[in-house]
T-cell receptor, first 112, second 109 residues
Framework: QKEVEQDPGPLSVPEGAIVSLNCTYSNSAFQYFMWYRQYSRKGPELLMYTYSSGNKEDGRFTAQVDKSSKYISLFIRDSQPSDSATYLCAMSYNNAGNMLTFGGGTRLMVKP | EPEVTQTPSHQVTQMGQEVILRCVPISNHLYFYWYRQILGQKVEFLVSFYNNEISEKSEIFDDQFSVERPDGSNFTLKIRSTKLEDSAMYFC???????FGPGTRLLVL
């Protein structure tokens, strides 16, 4: 079983839709969870950062972590064409200086 | 807003040659990292660096790789003798919450 799994997509939605992106993981030692957005041939851009289980909201973005199910989600409300990108989940064992383990990314296309 | 910068943006080299990839992390950050992403594959951790020494490295980071912080601002990744399979996008990141640079696309011929 891969350590972090993500549906590669592509996920195609109309503008204004609510998008749900998900990752599952196998290692219960992961404590910190991130979502990055990556445009084609660019560096990952940090969107959300959460610790342990629970929800975190930032504007149109909500991150959820369910450690009991080893499942994390990113919700995007009122999706825009500019949200079209690849979304990467990443996780680490601790905060400072620890390696990130990435999922393979989900490609999202928001159609006007 | 401060950001991580990387040079060059693209590098083409011959197999067996040495390359040095350069990064300028965000100025007050203490943790630095290198990752790579082979085309169509996951982002993979290479190495982390703190307090002027390697704090963690992956199996990919073998004797052909080295990192250095030669002055107060730059952080470099050296590949001593490049192989075809080293062709990838190389990302530098800095900070406890890791902020990534735009990457250097390395092509080994």
């Amino acid at each position: 079983q891969k350590e972090v799994e993500q549906d590669p997509g592509p996920l195609s939605v109309p503008e204004g839709a609510i998008v749900s992106l998900n990752c599952t993981y196998s290692n219960s030692a992961f404590q910190y969870f991130m979502w990055y957005r990556q445009y084609s041939r660019k560096g990952p851009e940090l969107l959300m950062y959460t610790y342990s289980s629970g929800n975190k909201e930032d504007g149109r973005f909500t991150a959820q972590v369910d450690k009991s199910s080893k499942y994390i989600s990113l919700f995007i409300r009122d999706s825009q064409p500019s949200d079209s990108a690849t979304y990467l989940c990443a996780m680490s064992y601790n905060n400072a200086g620890n390696m990130l383990t990435f999922g393979g990314g989900t490609r999202l296309m928001v159609k006007p | 807003e401060p950001e991580v910068t990387q040079t060059p943006s693209h590098q083409v080299t011959q197999m067996g040659q040495e390359v040095i990839l350069r990064c300028v992390p965000i100025s007050n950050h203490l943790y630095f990292y290198w990752y790579r992403q082979i085309l169509g594959q996951k982002v993979e951790f290479l190495v982390s660096f703190y307090n002027n020494e390697i704090s963690e490295k992956s199996e990919i980071f073998d004797d052909q790789f080295s990192v250095e912080r030669p002055d107060g601002s730059n952080f470099t990744l050296k590949i001593r003798s490049t192989k075809l399979e080293d062709s990838a996008m190389y990302f530098c990141a800095s900070g406890e919450t890791q902020y990534f640079g735009p990457g250097t696309r390395l092509l080994v011929l």
